[in-house]
């Protein structure tokens, strides 16, 4: 019987899906900017592989939310904010843009004394910056941190 | 003087904006990508073209801003497209650039992370957008 030689082809998974049909601009910029982060970097995706949670950001000046749901190696980014989630960072559209630029230090913590991270625990001691359950879950923060940033 | 809305002379004064910009040089040092923004036609404001304009951004400076077809705004590193009257509300402050991003009013496409890493840099150009006296076509 002749044999045929088949060729296993490799399918990288999708690291990011979007529940909605019509991805919000907002939805979309930041499930593209979580996916081109984690591609690119190897500690990055090892982090996105240990991650379980569900994160709502809320961009307080565009009156806008997203509900990111990783999935350890997988991320489900639904429009709006939606029940049951770990935490909920809410702030205007400059802090959470701002969020991204979090430079990571030793041990993976996010670096809160340079220009940038000064600026975010200004927001956050003034209130600018609010994360709901925050003190329960600084791990999962810390882990998000690093998946967000682009430093 | 002002000058007509994304015309040669409207490059040449933005440019120069650019480049008596010290916050854009720090911010924009080691950006080394072209930047197109693609300005839609919009007939009924008396804006019956789209235009394209071509920032070619290097390290801090602004070696050179122009405008022509659309089609060659499209073609740079990142694009960010937008109606007419959108860009009218950048430049004339009543609409924020990063805000208009989050909420699809400009669109952007093109390397996210690197866009982001440079968000300061990005803000301080719209600033000086504002800073050009401009003529605009559905004011005339």
Not at chain 1, 5 to 12: M, N, P, R
Not at chain 2, 101 to 124: F, H, N
Request: with cysteine; net charge neutral.
């Amino acid at each position: 019987m002749a044999r045929r030689d088949v060729k296993a082809e490799a399918v990288e998974p999708k690291l990011v899906e979007y529940a909605d049909e019509e991805p919000s601009a907002f939805a979309a910029m930041l499930g593209g900017l979580i996916e081109a982060n984690v591609s690119g970097r190897d500690e990055k995706k090892r982090d996105f592989k240990s991650l379980v949670a569900r994160v709502g950001i809320f961009v307080t000046d565009i009156d806008e939310g997203v509900t990111l749901d990783f999935k350890a190696g997988k991320l489900t980014v639904h429009n709006g904010l939606r029940p049951r989630r770990t935490m909920t960072i809410r702030a205007d559209a400059d802090t959470v843009m701002n969020l991204s630029n979090l430079k990571i230090g030793l041990f993976g913590l996010p670096v809160y004394y340079d220009g940038v991270g000064r600026g975010i625990a200004a927001k956050l001691l003034t209130g600018k910056l609010k994360i709901d359950g925050l003190l329960p879950n600084v791990m999962t923060l810390n882990t998000v941190t690093r998946i967000f940033s682009v430093q | 003087m002002a000058v007509k809305a994304f015309s040669n002379e409207w490059a040449k004064e933005f440019k120069d904006e650019v480049n008596s910009s010290s916050v854009y040089k720090t911010a924009a040092k080691g950006w080394k990508w072209t930047v197109g923004l693609v300005v839609e036609a919009e007939p009924d404001k008396n804006f019956p073209e789209s235009k394209g304009i071509v920032m070619d951004l290097f390290d801090g400076d602004a070696r050179d801003v122009t405008v022509g077809p659309a089609s060659d705004a499209q073609k740079c590193d990142f694009v960010i497209t937008a109606p007419y009257t959108r860009w009218k509300e950048v430049a004339t402050k009543q609409l924020d650039a990063t805000r208009g991003m989050l909420q699809g009013k400009l669109k952007l496409k093109g390397d996210l992370p690197t866009i982001v890493r440079y968000t300061k840099a990005s803000q301080e150009m719209t600033e000086c957008t504002t800073r050009v006296a401009v003529e605009w076509p559905d004011e005339t």
